[in-house]
């Protein structure tokens, strides 16, 4: 699966932007999504996690709940974040993974995008 994250850049305080996460090479079918961001010499952290089916539900880091929603379109092969009320600290590059399991931990997904940077000026 090669994944492409797009949908970054410079937003005011307050405002709001929306991530796409598109796969190719094959679905995203029976993977769990998860959008990760990292800032320099900071390990890559995790932002929200949506499952393949919607069995179970999905789950955000305390930082971004009730501000960034994750959703997804299976017929398109694209996974979203939509980001409002951002704050300059969720300034950073943010990355989606795709993976066999449920997890908050980078580590245990199996594909990554290239990352797209997101800045938030106060």
């Known amino acids: 699966v090669q994944l492409q994250a797009s949908g970054g850049g410079l937003v005011q305080a307050g405002g709001s932007l929306r991530l796409s996460c598109a796969a190719s090479g094959r679905t995203f079918s029976g993977y769990t999504v998860s959008w990760f961001r990292q800032t320099p010499g900071k390990e890559r952290e995790f932002v929200a996690t949506?499952?393949?089916?919607?069995?179970?539900?999905?789950d955000y880091a305390n930082s971004v709940k009730g501000r960034f929603t994750i959703s997804r379109d299976n017929a398109k092969n694209t996974v979203y974040l939509q980001m409002d009320s951002l704050k300059p600290e969720d300034t950073a590059v943010y990355y989606c993974?795709?993976?066999?399991?449920?997890?908050?931990?980078?580590?245990?997904?199996?594909?990554w995008g290239q990352g797209t940077q997101v800045t938030v000026s106060s």
């Open positions: 993974a795709a993976g066999s399991v449920r997890s908050p931990s980078p580590h245990l997904y199996d594909y």
């Open positions: 949506i499952p393949w089916s919607g069995v179970v539900s999905t």
